[in-house]
């Protein structure tokens, strides 16, 4: 028997509420554990004992954070990035009013006709194999609840975008790059009001922010390196949300939350696009080799942290706590088809932007590779692939989702 399996077998036997709490100190040292770069330790560390240790983000109070980035100005305005120039063209033309959304809408969280997400999404024989059975109308209340969750955590990574566009507005070195950080500005004040809307006046529920969510977003507002706020937000966080976002348009039922994805990943693409344009820039001609290491590793640690780690605790704690082990929670998330989907549509995006930009040497193609993500290394970059290109795919028959949306 191995360590692993003797403990888990140790915890089994220990009442279920200190089950929770060991669960918990066991997933967190796990964590920390796996960060193999002392740089990266060093980086993730601090802000991993605020939100997972500490939990700040839970505490109903305001976060505040140091930042310590540089605010650059060039009096001499250069017109120095002509894909920038082009892309703030694009971000002018393509702004929109969140009140024109159909607001009017009527919502009904349970509706069966118009569901937000497909009954498939979840396999309940999992929880049912461990004695939680569940109604039609409970498992209807629980994929709301999901939704809930899922769009709340949006909402709180739109916040953190705000910020973060702020924040690299000033400190971007390439003049062409202010002019269009400033629309991303603007782009992310409303994709937080449309979002917060939807979930206030349709869903009438807020989910408080996920602790690893909490942990990326610590990380990046206190980083003082403009490039790792570049990375955090415009690659991690955006690539993988443009990816979530992409998969609940396909499957959702609900026709406002289906235009409102519409109208936000048509904006996300631009930020994506924008990362990956800036960074491939920086890292090729301004990063030496042990610089651009340590970018390659924080990017892998952040991958896995997102990959495993988003377990919706914060509806387990509602809906299961003390009656289902937080180690079964975890199976039954991590197999619902509709999580898989997700992960899936999620790293087909992120993977090849990390590549575009100079982050997926073969020196940590091998770590990839040990974690199933390679698969995904050949696809298209977000400079390849403009919004509307992104919903037509999304929009057309083929793949995985069709099965889970009919
Ligand atoms: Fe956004
Ligand atoms: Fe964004």
Redesign the pocket.
């Known amino acids: 028997m191995t360590a692993t399996s003797r403990l888990a077998r140790l915890v089994a036997k220990l009442p279920p509420k200190v089950q929770t709490t060991v669960d918990r100190w066991l997933e967190i040292a796990t964590l920390f554990g796996e960060i193999k770069d002392p740089k990266v330790a060093r980086s993730l560390g601090p802000a991993g004992i605020r939100g997972l240790v500490l939990q700040r983000g839970k505490q109903g109070t305001p976060s505040l954070f140091q930042a310590s980035h540089q605010a650059y100005f060039d009096w001499s305005y250069p017109a120095d990035q002509p894909e920038m120039a082009e892309l703030y063209g694009r971000a002018k033309r393509g702004q929109w009013d969140g009140d024109s959304l159909a607001w009017n809408t009527s919502v009904d969280p349970l509706d069966v006709e118009k569901p937000l997400i497909p009954d498939k999404f979840f396999d309940f024989s999992i929880l049912e194999r461990n004695g939680i059975r569940l109604d039609e109308t409970e498992k209807r209340q629980f994929r709301a609840d999901i939704t809930a969750w899922m769009l709340s955590q949006f909402l709180h990574g739109e916040q953190g ?1 705000l910020m973060a ?1 702020a924040q690299v507005t000033e400190a971007v070195q390439f003049f062409d790059g202010k002019l269009y950080g400033a629309t ?1 500005v603007v ?2 004040g409303r ?1 937080v009001e449309v979002f917060h809307r939807y979930l206030d006046t349709k869903l009438e529920k807020l989910y408080q922010v996920n602790d690893n969510l909490f942990v990326i977003i610590d990380a990046l507002m206190v980083d003082s390196r403009w490039d790792m706020k570049f990375l955090g937000m415009q690659i991690m966080v ?1 690539g993988l949300a443009l990816g979530a976002f992409g998969t609940l348009y396909k499957i959702t039922r609900e026709p406002l939350l289906k235009q409102l994805l519409k109208m936000v990943i048509q ?2 693409a631009r ?1 994506v696009h924008y990362g990956v344009l800036a960074l491939r820039e920086h890292i090729k001609n301004e990063l030496g080799d042990a610089e651009r290491k340590e970018r390659e590793d924080w990017s892998f640690e952040v991958a896995l942290l997102m990959r495993n780690r988003f377990m919706a605790y914060e509806v387990y704690e509602e809906w299961f706590e003390g009656r289902l082990p937080r180690a079964q929670w975890r199976e039954f998330v991590t197999r619902a088809p509709g999580m898989e989907e997700f992960r899936h549509v999620m790293f087909s995006r992120l993977v090849p932007n990390l590549r575009e930009i100079g982050l997926l040497s073969p020196r940590i193609q091998r770590r990839y590779d040990e974690v199933g993500l390679m698969k995904y290394f050949d696809g298209r970059s977000a400079d390849q692939l403009s919004g509307d290109q992104m919903l037509a795919e999304l929009d057309s028959t083929n793949g995985g989702l069709v099965a889970l949306a009919g």
Do not use: S
Request: a negative charge.
């Open positions: 975008a566009a991303q782009d992310e994709h955006e904006d996300e930020h």
